[in-house]
Structure formats: structure tokens, C-alpha cells
């Protein structure tokens, strides 16, 4: 299978909470990440996490990562139709080394 | 900041033809940028890592000869797609790395749309 999977879509309806999921595979994984991408847009980087941390919390973003089921999740709470977009996560296995995508979620925020 | 831009945003270009991309790292020095080619509604595919003053590295499956990358200074790397056909039509983007800001983050221009004829 791929390195680094996603789930396709996600519906929420404005003001819940969304969950992103993603897994992969490579356990010497050390940086994980979460970027989103807007409509003809580049991509926009909204938080990481280190693999030795479980939680990392920014304002209405949470991110979850569990090592053992090597599974990362990015909740974002409160959900507005601005965050409709694409959104990736990726892993590193360095600093400044090179990055690997999954395929990408796209999120719809419905009124 | 972190900013990066990208010229041209949109390029329309004949088959067999040249066309340069240019990835601008504005506010800070990228000792290392990255090349990206993003399909529709596919993920992005790292083509080569690019670093100043040195030959950039490809991925497998990617043409040296085909995608021409020059890193000549600390805010600048081009990428040339040489003779261009309608099969390089994509979404190419550029990530660069903050070296004052820490090796791990990389931050994304906006991309250049190629549409070969």
C-alpha cells in the first residue's frame, strides 16, 4: 500500500468538530505534519508534531499521534466554511529532509 | 515571515518549447528548496531537492535532462521544463527551508499552473 494514506472527503456541517485521519507506514517517521491547501493555491502549513509527543493542541487544532498504530489525526474544533480545503498530512524522517504526502482529504464545511 | 512566491502563476506554452519557473524565498535565506508536481486532485510528488550552489538531487523516475534545476543563491532556484509536452501539463510547486527557522519546516509558494498545447 502507499506510505502515507488518507481518507478522500469529510462532510461537517458548520460548527462541529471535523477529524482528519491519516496513516502510515515508515516507523522512523520523526516529523509529522499537517498542511492545507485552498483552491489553485500552494500549500499552507498548520501545525507538526514530533514522534515522541502524543498531543499537540494550537488554538482550534488538535493533533493526536499514536506511535504504536503509527495513526495521526488532526481534529480542528468548531469547524467554519473557511476551512474548507484540502488538506495533506505528510512525514519527514529529519530535519530538512525530504517530505511524503498522502493523498489528501478534502474537507466541505456545509452551513 | 516565511514567504515564498512563485513566477509565473499560470503558463500556457506550445509543445516543444521551454518554459522557466522561478521559486523566490522573499524574507529569508532557503538553503534548501523543493520541487513539487501535483496532479488534479492527486497529492503532491517530490521531483528533486535543490540546494544552493550545488546540483539538485532527483527523485527516481524523474528526468535531469527534462527538468533543469538551478539553485544560484540563497532566495532563488529555477525549474526549466525543457521541450515541453501536453503530458508535463501539471501543478508545479516550490517549498523552501527557513535555516533560521529550524530545518523541519517548509514553506510553499503558490505554484505555477503549466498547460501545454
Known amino acids: 500500500g502507499e506510505d502515507v494514506e488518507q481518507s478522500l472527503f469529510l462532510s461537517v456541517r458548520e460548527g462541529d468538530s471535523s477529524v482528519i485521519n491519516c496513516t502510515y507506514t515508515?516507523?522512523?517517521?520523526?516529523?509529522l505534519y499537517w498542511y492545507k491547501q485552498e483552491p489553485g493555491a500552494g500549500l499552507q502549513l498548520l501545525t507538526y508534531i514530533f514522534s515522541n509527543m502524543d498531543m499537540k493542541q494550537d488554538q482550534r487544532l488538535t493533533v493526536l499521534l499514536n506511535k504504536k498504530d503509527k495513526h495521526l489525526s488532526l481534529r480542528i474544533a468548531d469547524t467554519q466554511t473557511g476551512d474548507s480545503a484540502i488538506y495533506f498530512c505528510?512525514?519527514?524522517?529529519?530535519?530538512?529532509?525530504?517530505?511524503?504526502f498522502g493523498g489528501g482529504t478534502r474537507v466541505l464545511v456545509k452551513p | 515571515g516565511a514567504v515564498v512566491s512563485q513566477h509565473p502563476s499560470r503558463v500556457i506554452c506550445k509543445s516543444g518549447t521551454s518554459v522557466k519557473i522561478e521559486c523566490r524565498s522573499l524574507?529569508?535565506?532557503?538553503?534548501?528548496m523543493f520541487w513539487y508536481r501535483q496532479f488534479p486532485k492527486q497529492s503532491l510528488m517530490l521531483m528533486a531537492t535543490?540546494?544552493?550552489?550545488?546540483?539538485?538531487?532527483?527523485e527516481q523516475g524523474v528526468e535531469k535532462d527534462k527538468f533543469l534545476i538551478n539553485h544560484a543563491s540563497l532566495t532563488l532556484s529555477t525549474l526549466t521544463v525543457t521541450s515541453a509536452h501536453p503530458e508535463d501539463s501539471s501543478f508545479y510547486i516550490c517549498?523552501?527551508?527557513?535555516?533560521?527557522?529550524?530545518?523541519?519546516?517548509?514553506?510553499f509558494g503558490p505554484g505555477t499552473r503549466l498547460t501545454v498545447l
Open positions: 524574507d529569508f535565506q532557503a538553503t534548501t
Open positions: 535543490s540546494n544552493e550552489g550545488s546540483k539538485a538531487t532527483y
Open positions: 505528510a512525514r519527514g524522517k529529519a530535519a530538512g529532509n525530504k517530505l511524503t
Open positions: 515508515d516507523s522512523s517517521s520523526t516529523y
Open positions: 517549498s523552501a527551508q527557513n535555516r533560521d527557522r529550524g530545518l523541519h519546516e517548509q514553506f
